[in-house]
């Protein structure tokens, strides 16, 4: 079974419009966290957010926020008045436990491309 | 800023060569990992290693193999490379430091295998 899904293959959005990329996750583990990055065409993986399974708040950097909702299993990041710098893959990952090793596991990844 | 690099960015092979790829990482950091990325499957984790000479299978690591001899430096090794091993290779590293930590990524290398 999958335990990290991005639903979203590819996604047109209009800039300064918001988005939501989704993802779901599975695990039985009491203490994980979810993690977002951003792979630009040049191919660099770029850190966006992180979620702690016992955070009490969502996490927010920026024009970055995370739509936890965790009864549902669903971490959706949000980018508030996308730019056409915004156009990338997004990965979702998880780590899951206390994980010595700090293993990621990663979703498919969704295409997002802003129209100007 | 955590810096790191790989050997090239892109890397035409034949079937049967022997292939070196190189990851160097300028933040003492612990752990070390090499991927595989295709498209629709995200990334695979092929090694990592949290070590130095240490090293664990990740979910695909048939037909690979690694070194780790220095902190710094987690070899990824192709030893009789065939045409499905064409694909994109990510090198990542990250502290032995908190649950949070994220992992720092190299440019990546495209390789083709005729």
């Known amino acids: 079974a999958q335990k990290i899904t991005q639903t979203q293959p590819g996604m047109f959005v209009q800039e300064k419009e918001a988005v939501t990329l989704d993802c779901t996750y599975d695990?039985?583990?009491?203490?994980?966290?979810l993690f977002w990055y951003k792979q630009p065409s040049s191919g660099e993986m770029i850190f966006l957010i992180y979620?702690?399974?016992?955070d009490q708040q969502n996490a927010t950097e920026g024009r970055y926020s995370l739509n936890f909702q965790k009864a549902r299993k669903s971490a959706n990041l949000v980018i508030s008045a996308s730019q056409l710098g915004d156009s990338a893959m997004y990965f979702c990952?998880?780590?899951?436990?206390?994980?010595?090793?700090?293993?990621?596991?990663w979703g498919a990844g969704t295409k997002l491309i802003i129209k100007p | 800023d955590v810096k790191v690099t790989q050997s090239s960015r892109y890397l035409v092979k034949r079937t049967g060569e022997k292939v070196f790829l190189e990851c160097v990482q300028d933040?003492?950091?612990?752990?070390m990992f090499w991927y595989r990325q295709d498209p629709g499957l995200g990334l695979r984790l092929i090694y990592f290693?949290?070590?130095?000479?240490?090293?664990e299978k990740g979910d695909i690591p048939e037909g690979y193999s690694v070194s780790r001899e220095k902190k710094e430096r987690f070899s990824l090794i192709l030893e009789s490379a065939s045409t499905n091993q064409t694909s994109m290779y990510l090198c990542?590293?990250?502290?032995?430091?908190?649950?949070?930590?994220?992992?720092?990524f190299g440019p990546g290398t495209r390789l083709t295998v005729t």
């Open positions: 990952a998880m780590r899951e436990g206390q994980d010595s090793n700090y293993q990621l596991i």
């Open positions: 933040m003492d950091h612990e752990n």
């Open positions: 990542a590293s990250s502290p032995a430091g908190t649950f949070r930590d994220e992992q720092y």
């Open positions: 290693s949290y070590d130095v000479k240490m090293k």
């Open positions: 979620q702690g399974s016992y």
């Open positions: 695990t039985s583990d009491p203490s994980y966290g």
